[in-house]
C-alpha cells in the first residue's frame, strides 16, 4: 500500500492579511448582495420615563396596554467584565447583564464564534421574563451579543431593547444584533421599578407602546459580499433552515426558514419564518426582505413550496400553532370537521374561524420581491407542499399533520384527496418532473420515481434501492432553472437544526437515475498561487491555509482499488474528530469515518443500509457512478469559527456529491493511501472568504 503525508508548515504569506492578488479577486465568485443592517429607531421625542443615571434607582409608569410593547433606549459605557454587572434593571421583569461567558459553551447563542484575542466572550444580555398565554408559566426570553462582534468592543455604545409583541429585538449602535419572537406578555404589576448602575449607563429612557425601526437603505456599499455557497445569515446565532426554490422568469427564487439559536427560539417552537433570497445569473444574488415575517405571537411557520398560479408568485407554508397551542384550542377542528361533511377542504377568512389559525396558507407577490398574506386557511396540514404538475393542474403533497396526495382547482380551498396513503412518508416532500421521469423527494430521507407516463401507483422506492442522491443535506428541494439545468439546495445539520446554504447541481442517467456535482458559477473563490504536487505525489510541503480547494485525479489499476484520504489536525492535537474519507472501487462505495491512528476507519452504512447522511457526519453512498475507471475527485475543506469546525464537500467524478461537518476540526494535515490505484494531479488552492 501506498502512503503520502501531507505535513504542515504553515505558510505565514497565505495565512496572513489578504494579499494583494486575493483582493483583486474578492469581488469574483456568487456573492450576496446584503440588506442593510442599519437601522431608524424612530424614538419619540418624549419618553415615559427618564432613568437620567444620576440616580440609582426610582419608579415607573405603569405600563396601560403591554400587548402593544415598550422600548428602552441608553448609552452604556462598557467595561472588560471581570464579574457579572447588571447594568439595569426591572426587578422581576427585565435585566441587562454585562458579563464574561463560558467559551466553550455554544448551546442555544453561539457565542464563542467570537472571541476576543485573550480567548475570552464577553457579552451583554437583555433578558425578558414572560407570562404565557397558554398554561400561565413564566419563563424569560434572552438576547444577547457577543461584544467581539462590535469594531471597538469596549467604552460607549447605544444600546435599544424593543418588545413590539411579536418580537423581542435588541440594537446596538443602530444595528440588530439579535432578536426573539415573544409568547406572552410581561407581567404589568411587576413594572414598578428599575434599577441602574450608573457608573455604566446614562440617558437611559422608557418608551410606551414600542418602537417602529425601519431598516436604512443604501449604505451597504462596504458591506461584506459573502459567497452564497456555504453562506449563513448575519448574526453569531443565525442560520438557515429548510430552504424551498422556483425558477421563474428568469430569476431564482430561494426562501428559506430563518433559524435563531439552533430551533430554540420562541422558547423551543421555532419561531421560524421565510427569507428571500434571488439571482438571474447565480453570480449576483441579492437578499430581500423577509417573505412571509412572523408578525403576530401565535405565528411560526413550516416548510411549504413556492409555485406559480394565476400569474402569481406564491407560497405556501403551514402555521405550526399546534407546537404553542393546544388542537383543541386551533382552527384544525372546524377544519376537519369541514373536509368530513364534505369531502374537500374549505376556504376560510383566518379571522372569522373561531381558535388560533393553524393549518396551510400562503402568500402571494406580483412583483417577486414584495409578499402579502392572504389569510386563507386551505387546509388543514401544516407543510403544504404545493406544485402545478406538467399537466397545469394544482396538486399537494400534505405532511405534518395530514398525509397523501391532493388536488384542487383553486389555491384557496376545495383540496381533495386523491391518495391518502402516497407519499407514504416524508417531513417535508416535493415534486419535480426531469425528462420521462417524476421525482418526489420526502425530507431528510425518503426518494421516489416513476416514469412520468405511468401512473401514481408505480412509484418506485430509490432508497430501497439504494440509488438516492442524499449527500449530507437536510430537507433537499429541487428547482428546474436556465437550459434544462436542476438544482439542489439544503441545509447542513452542524450542531442542531438549521446551518448553511448549500446548492449542488443535478445530472440525470438514461434510466432516469440521478446523481449530483458541483455548480461551477457556485464554485469558491480560491487564490491563484497555491500549491502543485509532482504527478508521483511524494510529499507537499505545507498546507496554504486550514481553508482550502484539493483536486486529484484517481487511476484505478484494478476492479478492487481503494483510495482513503485523512484529513487530520496536527500531531499534537486530539484526533477525536478527525476524518477519513473512503472511495472502495471494488463496492463502488465512498464514505466519511472517524479516522483512527494506525487502522483503517469503520465501514459506515448508506441511507439503504439505515446510515443517516442527512447528519451531515459519518455515512456512506453507494453505487458510484463512473469510478471504474480514471475520474477526478474534488474537494472543499472549510473552518470558519461560526462553524465551530469544518466542512468537507466532495465531489467524485462529477457525478456524485458528499458532505460532512467535523466538529473542532482544524485541518493541518492530509494523509493519503491507495491500494491498486494511483493518484495524480493533486493540487490545492486556498479559500478566499
Known sequence: MKQYVWTIGLCAVMLGSVTACQQERQAEGSRVEPLSNSWRLNLPEQPQAELNGEKAEGELPAPTEIEKGFAIHCKVSLPVPTADRHLLEIPDVLDVCLKQHNPQDRNRQNYPAYRMKDGSVPVLEAGLTLKSPVDGREERMTVGLPLAMLEQPFGEHELTLNFSGARWTMYVDGQLVDNDFPIGYPLTEKMKNWKILPEYVSQARLYYPAIQPERMEGNTANAPRPQIQYWTPEGHNAWVGDVVSLYHQGRYHLFYLYDRRGHQSKFGKGGHYFEHLSTTDFRHWTEHEAAVPIEEQWETFGTGTPFVWNDQLCISYGYHTTRIY???????????????????????????????????????????????????????????????????KLKMLANYGARGTWASDSVAGGWRCLDENFPPGGDCTFFFHWGDYDYIIGGFTRLWSKRAAAPDSTYQDVVAQGLDFYNGMSVPTIAEVMDGRFLMAGWLWLKAWGGPLVIHELVQMPDGRVGTKWMEELMPVTAQSGTKVADNAESVESLPSSSFLLTFDVTPETADYLVSLNLLPSADKDWQDACEWRIDGGKARAQYARAVRGASAEQQRSLREGGAPQQCRDYAIENLIDTDKPFTVRMVVKFTDKFDGTLIDTEIAGKRTMISYREKLNVEKLTFQTENASIKNIKVLPLVN
Not at 339 to 345: D, H, I, V, W
Not at 373 to 385: D, R, Y
Request: hydrophobic share 25%.
Open 326 to 392: 393546544p388542537y383543541e384550542q386551533t382552527t384544525l377542528p372546524a377544519m376537519y370537521d369541514y373536509l368530513k361533511r364534505n369531502g374537500r377542504t374549505g376556504s376560510f377568512d383566518r379571522h372569522e374561524l373561531e381558535g388560533v389559525a393553524a393549518g396551510s396558507s400562503y402568500s402571494v407577490s406580483d412583483d417577486g420581491v414584495h409578499f402579502r398574506k392572504t389569510g386563507t386557511l386551505l387546509h388543514p396540514c401544516e407543510n403544504p407542499s404545493i406544485y402545478v404538475d406538467p399537466e397545469g
